[in-house]
């Protein structure tokens, strides 16, 4: 049966060391700070916003939430972002995703600062991962890094197969696991590959993100391999009080039989993600207020 790496306590830990730093700065009268814009009232996202209060509260952050009713036009949620960019005190901004569809979210994400783009999506800060340079990396996939670091999990000369291919985890974490410090050889797979479990076996470290349960079996992971479950689904349970239950894009209990190492769900990459996130956010007051 496959070790369960417990993002809850990786999660703390992280947390824990933030939250050490942030009572440093605040001595030194910095008080990191970020805003948390949601637009609507989806509850799959004012569930994500609570948790990431949750955190900076924890973490002795200030705490800046901004939320807007779901017809907020395009040009007031921009102006919004253009008033937090040019307000000192706060240092990160995140503006909750999915947006309404008459927002364009790269429109949307392109305003936000680089020095405060906190969730490391601008093209300044995904430029900067591709070169190797300096930026904010993105939440989740930093946070998966750590999970395997920290796991004891080598990466090097190690064989990744990526499941997924958006901007928020694919891709970035492809070129993350590039990196000399990580050093892996990557496979990124989506809809169009062909033979999807010829390529999934041939994984030592499997990440699968393409947003649909059930998209890997035991059948379709090789003996041994590490299985990083990133998929959030919500299926029907009648036998729980929500009348759903949360599931991965991995079936856990197949893979479980067959890797050595998995994440479970929840309570794997997720909280890892939001660790991550409060880590950017104290990293962004470091570097704007100059001490580091």
Do not use: W
Not at 143 to 162: H, P, Q, R, W, Y
């Amino acid at each position: 049966m496959a070790v369960v790496i417990n993002g809850k306590e990786l999660a703390e830990k992280v947390k824990s060391g933030v939250a050490e730093s942030v009572a440093a700065l605040k001595k030194e009268g910095v008080i990191p700070c970020l805003a948390v814009i949601l637009v609507g009232d989806d509850p799959a996202s004012v569930s994500y916003v609570t948790g990431k209060r949750k955190a900076l509260a924890a973490a002795g952050m200030e705490d800046r939430s901004v939320v807007l009713p779901a017809d907020t036009s395009e040009a007031r949620l921009l102006e919004t972002i253009r008033t937090l960019n040019e307000d000192k005190s706060v240092h990160g901004i995140l503006v909750q995703l999915p947006l309404p569809s008459h927002i364009d979210p790269l429109k949307v994400t392109e305003a936000i600062s680089p020095e405060k783009d906190v969730d490391g999506f601008h093209s300044a800060n995904i430029g900067s991962l591709f070169n190797g340079t300096d930026g904010f990396l993105p939440c989740t996939p930093h946070g998966i890094c750590v999970m395997l670091k920290e796991s004891g999990i080598k990466t090097d000369g190690a064989n990744v197969v990526i499941v997924g291919r958006s901007a928020i985890v694919g891709k970035p974490l492809a070129l993350m696991m590039l990196r000399k410090e990580y050093n892996a050889t990557v496979t990124v797979c989506h809809r169009g590959t062909r033979n999807l479990a010829e390529m999934t076996r041939q994984a030592d470290i499997l990440v699968v993100a393409s947003g649909h349960a059930g998209t890997v079996s035991g059948d379709m992971v090789k003996p041994g391999a590490v299985v990083i479950d990133v998929g959030v689904n919500r299926i029907p349970d009648e036998s729980k009080k929500s009348g759903f239950r949360l599931v991965g894009d991995v079936d856990f209990e197949g893979v479980s039989k067959v890797a050595s190492y998995m994440t479970p769900v929840p309570g794997g990459v997720g909280p890892m993600t939001i660790a991550m996130l409060i880590y950017n956010t104290l990293e962004a007051a470091r570097r704007q207020s100059g001490i580091c």
